[in-house]
């Protein structure tokens, strides 16, 4: 909601009864206001008194209210696919595990979490493992997302803390972004770090291989070669030397290693010229970049997806840290380096553990700290090792040494690296089970033996902590439909079904109490996780807690801000250590095969795999297909047409996506957007393609540089499918669903008779839907709906590709709640029904504001986003729109006046 809109009496009433809550999308960590419906849906705003947003909340957070129907909701828990009660659900997983850890040892049993998790969930799954089960075999999907970052803090400060907070962004000069397109993956702190430059003058550079959104807002963007993030922070490092530019006195009491960190950066980047070559980088821009950054003490250096996607994404993160740490620029007012975090709760999930190298409350695999959490849990079995992280673990599936495997709220045969060898690798295990708010998705397809309805947002209660360390209430405002029931409820099933003791919580304020124990057992400071000041929190003060930065230590109820700007570090000495990185180089080189470097990521209106904002029409509006994103140059070379299709190809599998020819790209560079799956595309799951290379300290996959090589694909028809529901199309055409009022559309193309796609259609459809067709094989023309009980159900429009029509044209009679004999002839002939244009996507999806609306205000006289926001409220909430409607106001050309 916009914050600035007047508010009714009614809305105010509204609003007073709301819940407070926390958005789940990502590590931003909003406050939401949710009042329910009472038609199983709710109004959502921003929270204005949640310190993370003030109000503010992006695209996604904006359209909770659409995704919380049930349509698509696991109700029910399943045994080998058949409706089963809990108790023998939880029966069959508990002797499952038991008889498998019996035969095969500890070993052969795995966890695979989520940062969707709540920090409650994700501490009774890491005991139940790490404490009694007694392997190490928990990994998360944050693994993909942060883990590198977690290894560079933890190489650098001794303990995976982030120095900084959201203050810092309102109080800088400067802003580096590196790998971090937060225009769109993170646009409530983009739009408080644009507001911060308007007030303070201040600049951003963006440190991107791509011209982003973000690109938009910066005084310089510096388009660097893919993996040569480090290359361009050691020169830095250099400069900051040769320049006299260096905090001595911080280097000398608070740190160590700096001369050979030092050495080692004049080794890969001695100078700007030398800088310019590794990166590909104007000698100009790297000189400017160099005294930007040492002439402005209040810098702040945020980094994201595309330094921790890295083969050597902890190195990455360390170059960053090293800069930081030599000017003495870290845990001061406006300055540090700040990690985006990509989930609503990655951060929660590493305060419990979730990570296979991890212990709870931040410890390790020490003997004293192994003995420490021991003793806490009174556990009998637990973990002496390390276990395996994600994509070793599917590796160890796949030879059969893994037996068991519970996921938990992510959607692993999408999202790994080699997507194709994960799904086959989960159809090999003897006990496959699965926690699952939706009752259909490619994990789920590869066919596990349980299924456990779990909570989804609206119904969940607990917490999480965002970037800043902030943690925030999830709390419940829909009562759990059907037999659903809390992530942690079927984990504490299966453990006292296992025999285990311990695990008899009877409320997630229970579970958070001893989390936050163990946080003090045996700390006295020596530990950066400390939430000593909550323990003994009673459970009616667990439910009204506030949002809180930690450390929470006793007699701190307001908690820390930073940490570090007089050292303190959680090192053996309490000195933080330089790192000497690397010499930056890509795990696998391009080819005469693959010639190109193929970069996966997120988009704007879009969240990981879809069954959420797949669910919302507003956010299906700005990019309603899986787009490939391709230098011109590069179309032209591998013969592909703009707006045509392209088969990527990679030595792992292969996908197909709607080709966009954009300078934005560098040639021999590919980008494809990452959400799509086989539920919503035809072929087009991009990890699919992505190799193997991990990090070596991190264990994370490198998903931003796999080589791959591209091809035209192309259809003799092409149109769209209207339903009224979404299922899987006919593999060998293409397609990609989005929602839309009352239903789906996909547009498709196609091979194939007549009659074989109107079998097609009629599988969308009840079975005694009446068919109103037209064809004309002369052109390649075919026009189908079904109607039942007098609405359209389904349709299908085809006619010769690439000139295909848009669903735009059905979108009146689809909304119709009755056709009536005139509308049904008429909505065949490729006209609305009342004859009013298609307005196109949506640019703005806060608001629905389609692109047409907006050219419409600009040729009426809005010649800025500010004038374009007063009329038609587009980009007045999270401004992710803005960049765009910046280019349409820019590329807009009056028609001449008439003679």
């Not at 406006?334 to 409350?361: C, D, H, I, K, Y």
Request: proline share 6%.
């Amino acid at each position: 909601m916009n914050e600035l809109s007047p508010v009714s009496g009614a809305a105010r009433r509204a609003r007073e009864a709301a819940t407070r809550t926390t958005c789940p999308y990502c590590g931003v960590g909003c406050g939401v206001l949710a009042a329910p419906d009472g038609y199983g849906g709710a109004a959502i705003e921003g929270d204005k008194d949640h310190p993370s947003n003030f109000g503010r909340l992006c695209s996604k957070g904006s359209a909770l209210g659409e995704t919380l129907a049930l349509e698509t909701r696991q109700l029910f828990p399943l045994l080998d696919g058949a409706r089963c009660g809990w108790d023998a659900a939880l029966d069959h997983v508990a002797s499952g595990f038991s008889r498998i850890v019996e035969r095969h040892g500890p070993k052969a049993v795995a966890f695979y979490l989520s940062g969707q998790l709540l920090t409650e969930d994700y501490y009774v799954a890491n005991k139940l493992m790490k404490g009694f089960i007694g392997s190490a075999n928990v990994d998360t999907n944050s693994r993909l997302c942060m883990s590198s970052s977690v290894a560079g803090h933890k190489r650098a400060f001794g303990s995976d803390t982030v120095p900084g907070c959201y203050e810092d962004l309102d109080e800088a000069d400067l802003y580096v972004l590196v790998g971090s397109n937060a225009a769109w993956c993170h646009p409530i702190l983009h739009q408080r770090m644009t507001r911060a430059m308007d007030a303070r003058g201040g600049k951003l550079v963006n440190v991107d291989p791509r011209r982003t959104a973000t690109s938009e807002a910066a005084a310089l963007q510096l388009s660097v070669r893919p993996g040569e993030d480090g290359a361009l922070f050691s020169g830095l490092l250099v400069h900051l030397a040769d320049a006299g530019r260096l905090d001595r006195a911080f280097i000398e009491a608070h740190t160590q290693g700096f001369e050979a960190a030092l050495a080692r950066a004049r080794e890969i980047a001695p100078s700007a010229a030398a800088t310019a070559a590794r990166t590909s980088l104007a000698e100009a821009d790297v000189a400017r970049f160099f005294e930007m950054w040492a002439g402005t003490e209040r810098v702040v250096t945020l980094y994201s997806q595309g330094v921790n996607q890295s083969a050597q994404g902890v190195d990455k993160v360390n170059a960053i840290l090293n800069c930081h740490l030599a000017t003495g620029r870290i845990g001061r007012p406006g300055m540090g380096p700040f990690s985006l975090t990509g989930q609503p709760n990655a951060m929660g999930g590493r305060e419990v553990g979730g990570l296979a190298n991890q212990l709870a409350a931040h410890m390790g695999f020490s003997p004293p700290e192994i003995d420490r959490v021991r003793r806490f849990w009174s556990a009998p079995n637990m973990a002496r090792e390390e276990g395996l992280t994600a994509t070793s673990m599917f590796d160890a599936i796949a030879r059969g040494e893994v037996r068991a495997l519970w996921v938990m709220g992510t959607n692993p045969a999408v999202s790994l690296p080699r997507a194709d060898h994960a799904r086959e690798a989960l159809r090999r295990l003897e006990l496959f089970v699965v926690s699952e708010n939706v009752a259909s998705n490619d994990t789920l397809g590869a066919r596990p033996h349980v299924v456990f309805p779990a909570a989804g947002w609206g119904e969940k209660d607990g917490t999480v902590t965002n970037s800043e360390r902030r943690i925030s209430r999830q709390r419940a405002f829909l009562p759990p439909p059907g037999e659903v029931r809390a992530d942690w409820r079927a984990i504490c099933g299966v453990a006292r079904r296992m025999g285990f003791s311990g695990f008899d919580y009877s409320s997630p304020a229970e579970i958070f109490a001893e989390h936050a124990a163990l946080s003090a057992f045996e700390n006295d400071g020596t530990r950066d996780f400390d939430l000593s000041g909550l323990v003994g929190l009673a459970a009616q003060d667990y439910d009204r807690m506030a949002p809180a930065q930690w450390p929470l230590p006793a007699g701190e109820p307001a908690g820390r801000k930073r940490f570090f700007s007089e050292g303190g570090f959680f090192t053996a000495g309490g000195r933080a250590n330089f790192v000497a990185i690397a010499p930056p180089r890509l795990p696998e080189a391009t080819s005469e095969q693959f010639p190109l470097l193929l970069n996966t990521g997120r988009v704007r209106d879009q969240w990981h795999t879809m069954t959420r904002t797949g669910l919302s029409q507003r956010l299906g509006g700005h990019m309603s297909e899986p787009t490939l994103l391709v230098n011109p140059a590069d179309a032209d070379r591998f013969a592909l047409r703009d707006g045509g299709l392209a088969r990527v190809s990679s030595a792992h599998g292969s996908a197909v996506f709607r080709v966009k020819a954009t300078t934005a790209q560098d040639e021999g560079d590919i980008f494809a957007p990452i959400h799509w799956s086989d539920e919503t595309a035809s072929a087009a799951r991009a990890s699919a393609l992505v190799h193997a290379f991990v990090d070596p300290v991190s264990k994370q996959p490198d998903s931003k540089a796999t080589p791959a090589t591209m091809t035209p694909v192309s259809f003799a028809r092409a149109g769209f499918v209207l339903s009224r529901r979404r299922t899987p199309l006919p593999r060998d055409s293409y397609w990609a669903w989005e929602a839309i009022e009352g239903g789906y559309a996909a547009r498709v193309e196609v091979d194939g008779a007549d009659g074989f796609w109107l079998a097609a259609l009629r599988a969308l459809a009840p079975e005694d839907a009446e068919l109103v067709s037209f064809s004309d094989a002369t052109r390649g023309v075919f026009r189908a709906a079904l109607v039942s009980d007098g609405r359209l159900t389904a349709a299908m429009f085809l006619g010769p590709a690439p000139n295909e029509t848009r669903w735009g044209v059905m979108r009146e009679a689809f909304a119709a709640e009755r056709l009536d004999g005139a509308a049904r002839r008429l909505m065949l002939s490729g006209r609305g029904l009342s004859g009013a244009p298609d307005l196109g996507p949506n640019v703005c999806a806060c608001f629905g504001v389609p692109h047409g609306a907006i050219l419409a205000a600009v040729a009426d006289g809005c010649r800025d986003p500010a004038a374009i926001g007063a009329r038609l409220k587009a980009g007045t909430n999270c401004g992710s729109c803005i960049p765009e409607m910046k280019r349409m106001i820019a590329a807009f050309q009056p028609e001449p006046a008439a003679a």
